[in-house]
């Protein structure tokens, strides 16, 4: 009876692992044929990046291994979009994510790499997109993290120089904090203002902020009160906040009364 049951397993184990062996033949076999497809279509004649992007679009995820290789030959071919794709969508973009470039067998440069070569061609939407790259990069050496913060701050301004409301407000953070550039409230005051006019909806707050620093109470306390008003987000976050601070202060001199 345990002879038979032991046989039995081994059958069903054997079973089981011809099924996962047949699989992964079928699987390279369609890798295989979707690599022949890729070079059977940029094979028929010279194909531009935009043909590559737009095959590729109209693939979307039905055939991953042909529209990663199409996608990857447009980035190479020079176009800036599939470059900013490709840097967005490897694994080593924050924050990380599964690698779907596991089916390209030569995967070529990192995202950096990628990402920097459409920043390089002007437009201001990959420079953001570099500049939150370097943004987002926090790695454990300050001497590597203080390169990340200049890295940041340069492709943020020069993303703002071309009108990037986001990038304007980034720039004036980094100023009022001191990140990547040297700390000067007067910058960020006018980066804030340049972000608040170029529809930046977040520019208010960081003013107010820049207000509160430079002992100019008055008139944050002026704007916050319109900001309130209006029922303006940036406002009712601030005013959540100063009262999460009092309700922490209040609770910290009760527990010192106690004490």
């Avoid at 011809?18 to 094979?43: C, H, P, T, V």
């Avoid at 067998?105 to 990192?110: A, F, Y």
């Avoid at 306390?221 to 940036?234: I, S, T, V």
Wanted: hydrophobic share 35%; proline share 3%.
């Amino acid at each position: 009876m345990k002879a038979t049951t032991i046989k039995r397993a081994g059958i069903i184990s054997l079973a089981v692992l011809s099924l996962i062996l047949l699989y992964q033949n079928s699987g390279m076999r369609d890798e295989l044929r979707q690599y022949r497809a890729a070079e059977i279509y940029l094979a028929e004649e010279e194909r531009t990046a935009e043909d590559c992007l737009a095959y590729a679009r109209t693939l979307g995820r039905a055939d991953d291994t042909l529209s990663d290789v199409l996608w990857l030959v447009a980035a190479q071919k020079g176009d800036a979009d599939a470059q900013s794709y490709l840097g967005r969508e490897l694994d080593t973009y924050p924050p990380y994510r599964p690698n779907r470039y596991s089916s390209i067998k030569d995967r070529g440069p990192k995202s950096e790499k990628w990402l920097l070569a459409a920043a390089r061609q002007g437009n201001p939407k990959h420079m953001e997109t570099l500049a939150r790259f370097y943004d987002y990069s926090r790695p454990d050496d300050k001497t590597a993290r203080r390169q990340m913060q200049l890295s940041a701050f340069h492709w943020y301004r020069e993303a703002a120089l071309r009108n990037n409301a986001y990038c304007m407000y980034q720039v004036a953070s980094m100023y009022r904090l001191g990140e990547g550039v040297e700390k000067d409230l007067a910058q960020a005051e006018q980066w804030f203002n340049k972000a608040e006019a170029a529809g930046d909806q977040s520019a208010p707050g960081g003013l107010w902020l820049v207000y509160m620093e430079t002992g100019r109470k008055d008139i944050a306390d002026a704007m916050l009160k319109k900001g309130l008003e209006e029922g303006l987000p940036w406002a009712v976050h601030i005013k959540k906040a100063q009262e999460f601070e009092e309700a922490r202060q209040r609770w910290l001199q009760e527990r010192e009364n106690r004490e």
